[in-house]
């Protein structure tokens, strides 16, 4: 059984930067990801990452947002920058084949 723990969200203003982080406890071995809802949407794409290493990114996230992974604990961050009010959501961490954390928010406010 996989499970998945973020971490790193909360309040900024904007044009500022968070770290979001998803530790993976279990057999995780393929693809990861963040997926973000913001209130009134749908659950949408913000980045994923093969086991490979191959990276895709929502075309609103590229240039501004990198995720990474480190093997050796198991944990993908996503690094965010020039945060504005429109990436104010719920980020949820995932893995294959379909897990998911719990959520963690992430406001961009004055």
């Known amino acids: 059984q996989v499970q998945l723990e973020e971490s790193g969200g909360g309040l900024v203003e904007p044009g500022g930067s968070l770290r979001l982080s998803c530790r993976a406890s279990g057999n995780v071995l393929g693809t990861m990801g963040w997926y973000r809802q913001a209130p009134g949407r749908s659950r949408e794409l913000v980045a994923r990452l093969s086991r490979g290493g191959t990276a895709d990114y929502a075309e609103f996230a590229k240039r501004r947002f990198n995720i990474d992974k480190d093997t050796t604990d198991n944990t993908v961050t996503l690094q965010m920058i020039s945060l504005w009010p429109d990436d104010t959501a719920v980020y949820y961490c995932?893995?294959?084949?379909?897990?998911w954390g719990r959520g963690i928010q992430v406001t961009v406010s004055s």
């Open positions: 995932w893995a294959a084949p379909n897990y």
